[in-house]
């Protein structure tokens, strides 16, 4: 969350009948010890919070049922990894409305690997973020951070700055996953964002080539077939891995150009579960770079 935001939450707490300066808008505020600091940070995260998968959810569906999560977990032949062993691995996506999670939970369930959200735009940053980052890796998970693109308020590289500086780095530390940039429909307007596919393709590669500057590493590139095909041109199969939304018994047809799927989120229930393609010993190496 970011610090001006904070600040707005919890002005009623800590600054009695006082004036609070707002742009250029003065506002009354009494104190009233009934305000619920718990409670103004979830009203935070429904407003600029947009998980990932969220707007994908919503214009194509979730059609997943429990014989397609069974089906999803086995190894997919069709996408098998070139000399590497076919094999899966279990694992899941959380964000700020989900609060803080009960890791141990989900560990002794199979889970392995986790990517939280970290930021979205410019402008929000996960609030349970440290608990969810942190608190993953603690309990043995190899994590790493993800960010909600937004094309229309801000470049590439301003966006893959503000993510990096805000939880979404990498270290060579054999459990660290590099940053996911998730690329999705527009929850506030055009499904593009306003941009040509050409424009669209522009705008990835910015936060793709400054991620990799700032990192050393390349960014996972989230999205899913039908808005890739919708809305950019590109080709970014030979650096970035692709972790592909579909909530079927089958991965399917992959965005253009890449010829096997890294990762597959194929259900969000009881929330959003991942298989990784590969053994595991493949899973640390992703994480290794």
Request: proline content about 5%; overall charge neutral.
């Amino acid at each position: 969350m970011s610090t001006s935001r904070r600040r707005r939450l919890f002005a009623a707490l800590v600054v009695p009948a006082t004036l609070l300066l707002l742009g250029s808008t003065a506002q009354a505020t009494t104190f009233s010890p009934e305000v619920d600091p718990v409670a103004a940070i979830n009203a935070d995260i429904a407003e600029h919070n947009h998980e990932l998968g969220s707007q994908i959810r919503r214009v194509e569906g979730d059609k997943s049922t429990p014989d397609t999560q069974k089906a999803a977990q086995q190894p997919q032949p069709g996408q098998a990894i070139p000399g590497q062993v076919l094999a899966t691995v279990a694992g899941m996506d959380v964000a700020g409305y989900q609060g803080n999670v009960d890791w141990a939970s989900w560990w002794n369930q199979g889970k392995r690997f986790v990517w939280t959200k970290a930021t979205e735009s410019t402008s929000y940053t996960n609030p349970y973020f440290a608990q969810q980052y942190n608190g993953s890796y603690n309990q043995g998970f190899i994590r790493g951070a993800y960010h909600f693109a937004t094309p229309n308020t801000s470049s590439g590289a301003a966006q893959a700055r503000y993510f990096v500086a805000h939880g979404g780095g990498w270290s060579k530390d054999g459990k660290t996953l590099p940053g996911a940039l998730d690329m999705e429909y527009n929850p506030y307007g055009a499904t593009c964002y306003g941009l040509s596919k050409a424009g669209m393709t522009s705008w990835i590669l910015d936060f793709h080539d400054t991620y990799h500057s700032l990192t050393g590493r390349y960014p996972v590139i989230y999205t899913s077939t039908t808005w890739w095909g919708s809305c950019v041109s590109g080709d970014f199969s030979s650096t970035a891995p692709l972790w592909v939304a579909r909530y079927s018994s089958s991965v399917g047809t992959l965005p253009y150009n890449w010829g096997f799927h890294t990762v597959w989120q194929y259900t969000s229930s009881p929330l959003d579960q991942d298989t990784f393609n590969g053994a595991y010993d493949r899973l640390q190496a992703l994480a290794t770079g």
